[in-house]
């Protein structure tokens, strides 16, 4: 059996969804994304008008032909239009009026200071309103194209309503649906998704979605619009940053006589901390006895031999930029008695070596704040001043910290939050949640979380997240 992109989209068409009610689709913009979306979800069986103010582009898709280069997308088109599915218009309020949901992949340039041109996006929603305001029947609009958080509605949405009289919820549902398509692959991408996003104003909404993609994805996300806004974002930069480092890498490596292709093959071969989830969960700077002193010694490495590494050089700025957020948090209190939980760099180590909440509590000691801490694995027993001594020449406000550490401390936990006027919690455990939540909720305290400390976050006027 063959089972390549195009067959097994055709199978889907007449196998999986046959017997579900397909909605038809318009989709605006016709560039990169918008003919492969109408092209793949032709080829699922559904009836497309793509829309477009080139007329070239319109001319190209009404005559299944592909408008750019791209892997199997001009026979999806030509079987399309062949079969009745595929039209193709710039007539967008028409085209609205003509079906159940609108996909608006219209451009988004950058503007002149750096930030994303609206142009487009508001003149399709113009045009959308009016073929809304024409519908009696519930209209899904679906923005993808790559757009800041809060753009779908703050921008489209309200010209939806104010131009089409319609309500959003009751006349018509708002969804962004980023796409995750590579070019050149881009229709086998289509028919098997890394993940399938959708951020939607109502349940209505997403489950019409959720439908449109179950042949291709059954596990579709379905969260908040902002969040699938900032998804597509945070998936181009993290992209963007791996091109980055691996060519630091390279430089690095070339620099010292060594293959970088051979490294980063080792490298990718850890998927339970090099590729994977693993450290990619807001929270506080890094710490301990290995990644600051690491990361010195390779941009001190790249410095002899004279490589720029921009990038590995700014992680200690970036580290120290968290560690400054949490010391403006506990100063923005006013708060003079400071309870810390947690001291090590992380939780089951006595560990102090470059933990990051002991540059916070240095700091705090220059503005005259007094420190109380608990920590389950630190004790009176610590080798404390050994540990603290041995990264002197990296951190010698905390070396310092080493003769007055010790009576910082206390044996119960309790004691931090009855004796504090603010509390950081630096450690994830049930403990330290209630002793903090009680903290708020009986004292009024304000509590600082540098690492989510919470499996659902507090609603306390008195809690302050560092990134959430």
Known sequence: ?????????????????????????????????GAVSTACLSALGHKVIGVDIDAAKVADIAAGQSPIHEKDLGTLLADGVAQGLISATDNLAQAVQDTDVTFVSVGTPTAADGGCDHRFIEAAAQQMAEGLAQKSSFHIFVMRCSIPPGTTMKVMTPILERVSGKRLG???????????????????????????VIGATCDRTANT???????????????????AEMVKYVDNVWHATKVCFANEVGRLAKSQGVDSHDVMAVFCQDQKLNL??????????????????????????????????PMIESLDVTNRAQIDEAVNMVRETGAK?????????????????????????????????EVIAHDPAVTAD????????????????????????????????????????????????????????????????????????????PTSAEYRGIGW
């Open 337 to 369: 008695r400071v309870g810390i939980l947690g001291l090590a760099f992380k939780p089951g180590t006595d560990d102090l070596r470059e933990s990051p909440i002991l540059e916070v509590i240095a700091a705090l000691r220059e503005d005259g704040v």
């Open 276 to 309: 994977s989830p693993y450290y990619l969960k807001p929270g506080f700077a890094y710490g301990g006895s290995c990644l600051p002193k690491e990361v010195r010694a390779v941009a001190h490495i790249a410095q002899e031999a004279g490589v720029s590494l």
């Open 209 to 227: 979605l959720r439908q449109i993609y179950r042949p291709v994805d059954r596990a579709a996300i379905i969260t908040n619009i902002e969040t």
């Open 170 to 196: 009751e006349d018509f549902g708002v969804a962004f649906n980023p796409e995750f398509l590579r070019e050149g692959v881009a229709v086998e991408d289509f028919y098997a998704p890394p993940k399938t």
């Open 382 to 457: 610590t080798a404390i001043e050994s540990q603290l001594s041995y990264v002197q020449h990296a951190s010698p406000g905390l070396a310092a910290l080493a003769q007055d550490l010790r009576g910082f401390l206390v044996d119960d936990a309790q004691d931090v939050a009855a004796e504090a006027e603010a509390i950081i919690v630096t450690q994830r455990n049930d403990l330290y949640a209630d002793i903090a939540r009680h903290a708020m909720d009986t004292n009024h305290t304000p509590v600082i979380d540098v690492v989510r400390a919470f499996q659902e976050l």
């Open 1 to 33: 059996m063959d089972l390549s992109p195009l067959n097994t989209a055709n199978a889907h068409a007449t196998s999986l969804y046959a017997l579900d009610h397909k909605p038809a689709i318009s989709v605006v913009g016709l560039g990169y994304v």
